[in-house]
């Protein structure tokens, strides 16, 4: 598998205007065989937008953050944003890909929608097996997607709002039932807010006290409300996520500690080996060896 060498940053993958509408926001695509997977998609990257992939066919593996999955049939692909993809070798494939951005889900149309679990994800999954019947429904609702998409009008958008908003319910119920635990709550927005922003600064914050500022509300209030919605201490939301992001690095590029340190906000790069080694049991250089000879 490709990894990247010290000068190359993760590259972003920028949202692809939609040729058949012109949309910033949204692309259908069906495959029926072809091989649609550029040279690039075989580098570590990100995508500047979520994906979601109805597979029907195809063979291959791919990874998500640091964990590979051998693709199957009548499955469901999903991932977001902040997510480091790569693919071993481009397949022929057959199924059908939609993608959207955070201004797509910001729609007050699709208030609904970005609420659901299936989107927020809170069990950091990514492949949503499906029985025939989930696979033949899942199905026909993309092909009425599909056919509104391509039939632009006066009520296209509150017709795919529809659809969408069906497809995405459904595929929420199976996410609920595979992911046991995912159905949020409503107590759980401060929870929510607090992990949001930890997404957004965990490069620059490294405290629960700048959370807590940035959220307008006492340290001792958010550490309170986190570990008893969450079950764990508010800082170790903040140094799990710096810890995956130290994995992600360490993983897919060749990059010195001492320039991961600093990309994660690490004035010291000694200090950064003491905090992973203290988080993980091991150092970043033997995580290193050891994640690499496993996947060799």
């Known amino acids: 598998m490709y990894t990247l060498n010290s000068q190359q940053p993760v590259p972003i993958h920028p949202f692809e205007r939609d040729e058949v509408t012109g949309s910033k926001l949204f692309t259908i695509l069906r495959s029926e065989g072809?091989?649609?997977?550029?040279?690039?998609?075989?580098?570590?990257?990100?995508?500047?937008?979520?994906?979601?992939?109805?597979?029907?066919?195809?063979?291959?593996?791919?990874?998500?953050?640091?964990?590979?999955?051998?693709?199957?049939?009548?499955?469901?692909?999903?991932?977001?944003?902040?997510?480091?993809?790569?693919?071993?070798?481009?397949?022929?494939?057959?199924?059908?890909?939609?993608?959207?951005?955070?201004?797509?889900?910001?729609?007050?149309?699709?208030?609904?929608i970005r609420e659901l679990p299936l989107i927020q994800n809170p069990q950091n999954g990514h492949e949503l097996l499906l029985?025939?019947?989930?696979?033949?429904?899942?199905?026909?609702?993309?092909?009425?997607?599909?056919?509104?998409?391509?039939?632009?009008?006066e009520w296209q958008h509150r017709m795919l709002t529809a659809y969408l908003t069906v497809l995405f319910t459904y595929l929420s119920r199976l996410y609920t039932e595979q992911f046991t635990g995912a159905e949020p709550s409503a107590d759980k927005l401060l929870l929510k807010t607090y992990q949001a922003k930890i997404e957004e600064c965990f490069r620059e914050l490294h405290e629960v006290g700048a959370y807590a500022s940035q959220l307008h509300i006492s340290a001792g209030h958010l550490s309170e409300v986190v570990k008893a919605q969450s079950g764990k201490p508010a800082i170790k939301h903040i140094h799990e996520r710096l810890v995956l992001e130290a994995r992600r690095l360490l993983f897919y590029t060749s990059s010195s500690l001492k320039e991961i340190a600093f990309d994660l906000g690490f004035a010291d790069a000694s200090y950064f080996n003491r905090f992973f080694k203290r988080e993980t049991g091991v150092t970043p250089a033997e995580y290193r060896i050891a994640i690499r000879k496993m996947y060799q």
Request: charged share 25%; net charge negative; hydrophobic share 40%.
């Open 34 to 112: 072809e091989l649609p997977y550029e040279e690039d998609l075989l580098i570590p990257h990100r995508k500047a937008y979520y994906l979601l992939v109805f597979v029907k066919h195809n063979r291959g593996r791919h990874w998500v953050d640091m964990t590979p999955y051998e693709r199957k049939d009548n499955t469901l692909y999903f991932t977001a944003p902040h997510q480091i993809l790569v693919k071993e070798a481009a397949t022929p494939f057959w199924g059908t890909r939609l993608t959207f951005t955070d201004e797509f889900l910001a729609l007050q149309q699709n208030a609904s």
């Open 131 to 153: 029985t025939a019947a989930d696979g033949a429904f899942v199905e026909e609702m993309l092909a009425k997607i599909e056919t509104e998409h391509n039939r632009p009008g």
